[in-house]
């Protein structure tokens, strides 16, 4: 198989008229690896998947492919496999003859064709549906084929636009786990659309946050996760209770933040006295404190609301200061049977919050 | 396999009163199948039953099939002037089909006005106007001499030629609505995939798209066939009575030398054959089904 290949976009934009769908997004992705662009619905993520495969053309910018500038080119000279949302497999092609497709279009013999189609019906599993139609296949099988169609011809880079989005929950795991192991085998570039936090933090190496056709923050998803950059990072990539104070002291690394009568310790590398700041909390850092257990944050609040996940608890604990927090305690750490109205001292270490920026979005 | 699931399930709860209900219902459909089968069904029965009884009882009529040239020439020259029709209508409906589906939704609400406004001007109206239009010493002629292209006015109308002219007119609504209905219903993603997966436009549309959209031009091919086997007004005035085609010989047959099981016995070929053209293409229709290209 080929080697892998890297692709970056610089200062793509994409404008329909007076309306701006991608703005100015630029980004690298390395040989090999794993990207996801996730976004809410018009975010723009699947206008730049489009722009890279080549069917939108951009309004600035430009995409380069291991250094080369592919922008101008039409889809069929780029050599990306891609797999549709609906999969669009050709309904009166047989799965083989679907593999065939690509391979026909690029000269290859018959017999090499063969070889070819066998081999990737191999990789994933479906060597005994040669011969069937899309339309006789399950919502999976087809997801499998397109995912074969797209690879049997080794392309440069492998591009899904919400791949797993028309499957069942259970399937959709199965899936993840499936293309997970695909991508760590055949080691090729793969570029994912989803607006799944939870699909895109279980694939990625690297996710690409976008909101309103920009790109908010890049990274790692455990970084994503741990350090939000803004307030819609931290919302959109799971849960998190936002808390807004004033800085009131600092002492070197952190500082004393103030929301209205509670103190906090937070740690903190900037911002000076007297500026707000916004913290992002996640409700799995908050740990619930017995009698005589102290931590650096400690607030006192009563259950407003709990509901039972099986694998854990999901509070909201009424503060004075605080409003409402949001915490999940797993099932074998609750020391009770959690009630409404039940007080509860919580604590937290002066690292567990992040500061965000404000950028207005939940 | 869904619709009969579901149709046992609607049929099992309250099996009698249903019956009620739909003795109910079929009795309002009565008086319109009574005077389909009254004035309708049976007078053409009627008359179709005259090609084994007159002159006398026999299928006489039917054995000149072998050795009436003329009626044999009739029966060439419709098929031939059908088949030609055919070919020429589906040609350019297909293009224009091809256009009107790949148009924006705003410029396909006038591209089909454009191609179903024709279909509600009489067509002795556009017969006419086609004579006018071909005649020697018509529009088309003139233009021709005027502009130095031709010396003397070619023979457009009176003749096939004319027919052929004045069927594709009529015909090319009819060929680009079916193909219309099946091109619509082709996914675009499934160019696009196309095209992603290195294939040229041209490509697309041989492989992709001609084929997705076989099914709509088949079922056009055959109803536009079919229509031209009976054509008769259009035939008559741009043919000027020098090609004959089924239609205008069974009338002929009939209204002037008054050869009444001669003429039922053509009408009843026709009909003969228009419901064996309809059999053949059911089962298209049924091959297609299973292609699975609906699903």
């Not at chain 1, 892998?4 to 991608?22: D, E």
């Not at chain 2, 589906?90 to 705003?106: D, E, K, M, R």
């Not at chain 2, 071909?134 to 001499?145: A, E, K, P, W, Y």
């Not at chain 2, 009338?251 to 099981?261: E, P, T, Y």
């Amino acid at each position: 198989m080929s080697q892998a290949h890297a692709l970056s976009l610089v200062g793509l934009t994409k404008r329909y008229g007076s309306f701006t769908a991608v703005n100015d997004v630029s980004l690298d992705v390395a040989q090999g690896q794993f990207l996801t662009l996730l976004g809410p619905s018009g975010s723009g993520k699947t206008t730049i998947l489009m722009a890279i495969a080549g069917f939108v053309a951009p309004s600035a910018g430009a995409i380069l492919l291991d250094g080369r500038e592919i922008t101008p080119l039409p889809p069929e000279k780029r050599d990306f496999g891609m797999v549709f949302q609906g999969y669009a497999l050709f309904p009166h092609m047989t799965v083989a003859e679907n593999l065939a497709f690509p391979l026909r279009v690029r000269g290859m013999e018959r017999a090499e064709r063969d070889t070819k189609i066998r081999a990737t019906l191999d990789l994933v599993q479906l060597s005994q549906f040669a011969e069937r139609r899309p339309s006789q296949l399950s919502g999976g099988q087809q997801q499998r084929v397109a995912l074969a169609r797209a690879l049997v011809f080794e392309p440069n880079l492998l591009l899904l636009d919400e791949p797993l989005s028309a499957l069942d929950k259970k399937l959709r795991a199965e899936l993840q786990d499936e293309l997970k192991t695909l991508h760590r085998r055949i080691g090729r570039t793969f570029i994912n659309v989803t607006h799944d936090q939870e699909e895109a933090m279980s694939l990625s190496d690297t996710v690409a946050i976008l909101n309103h056709g920009k790109l908010i923050q890049i990274g790692a998803p455990d970084a994503l996760y741990d350090r939000p950059r803004t307030r819609f990072v931290a919302g959109f990539l799971g849960k998190s209770n936002m808390i807004s104070g004033r800085i009131a002291e600092r002492i070197g690394a952190t500082a004393r933040v103030s929301v209205g009568a509670t103190t906090l310790t937070q740690r903190l590398a900037t911002g000076a006295t007297g500026d707000t700041v916004l913290l992002s909390l996640r409700p799995e850092r908050i740990a619930l404190l017995g009698d005589g257990e102290t931590a650096e944050n400690m607030v006192e609040g009563h259950v407003s609301a709990w509901s039972y996940l099986g694998a854990g608890h999901s509070l909201t604990v009424e503060t004075t200061d605080l409003g409402s927090l949001r915490l999940t305690l797993p099932t074998w750490r609750a020391p009770f049977a959690p009630a409404e109205g039940l007080t509860l001292r919580l604590g937290w270490p002066s690292d567990a919050a992040a500061p965000v920026e404000d950028d207005g979005d939940e | 396999m869904s619709s009969a699931v579901l149709t046992t399930r609607a049929a099992v709860p309250a099996p009698v009163p249903r019956h009620f209900a739909n003795a109910g219902w079929y009795a309002l459909i009565l008086p319109a199948f009574l005077l389909m089968t009254a004035i309708y069904v049976a007078p053409i029965l009627q008359v179709l039953a005259i090609s084994v009884t007159e002159p006398t009882t026999g299928l006489d009529n039917y054995e000149r099939l072998l050795t009436n040239a003329g009626v044999q020439r009739a029966i060439v020259t419709t098929l031939r002037i059908g088949l030609i029709t055919t070919a020429i209508a589906l040609l350019l409906g297909y293009v224009l089909a091809y256009v009107v589906a790949l148009a924006s939704p705003a410029a396909q609400r006038w591209w089909l006005l454009a191609v179903l406004v024709p279909l509600w001007i009489s067509v002795l109206v556009r017969a006419f106007a086609w004579v006018t239009l071909l005649r020697r010493q018509g529009l088309v002629n003139q233009g021709l001499m005027n502009a130095g292209i031709i010396d003397a006015p070619l023979a457009l109308v009176w003749n096939e030629l004319g027919i052929v002219i004045g069927m594709v007119h009529y015909m090319v609504p009819y060929a680009v609505l079916p193909m219309l209905a099946s091109m619509r219903e082709i996914d675009p993603r499934l160019l696009a995939a196309a095209r992603g997966l290195g294939a040229s436009r041209f490509t697309v549309f041989r492989r992709v798209f001609f084929p997705l959209s076989a099914p709509g031009l088949a079922a056009s091919g055959v109803l536009v066939f079919i229509f031209s086997l009976g054509f008769y007004i259009t035939p008559a005035i741009l043919g000027g009575g020098r090609t004959l085609m089924a239609a205008e010989w069974i009338k002929m047959q009939i209204l002037d030398i008054v050869r009444w099981g001669m003429g039922a016995m053509l009408a009843t070929v026709l009909v003969i054959a228009i419901l064996t053209t309809l059999a053949v293409f059911s089962r298209v229709v049924n091959l297609k089904r299973l292609f699975g290209a609906g699903a």
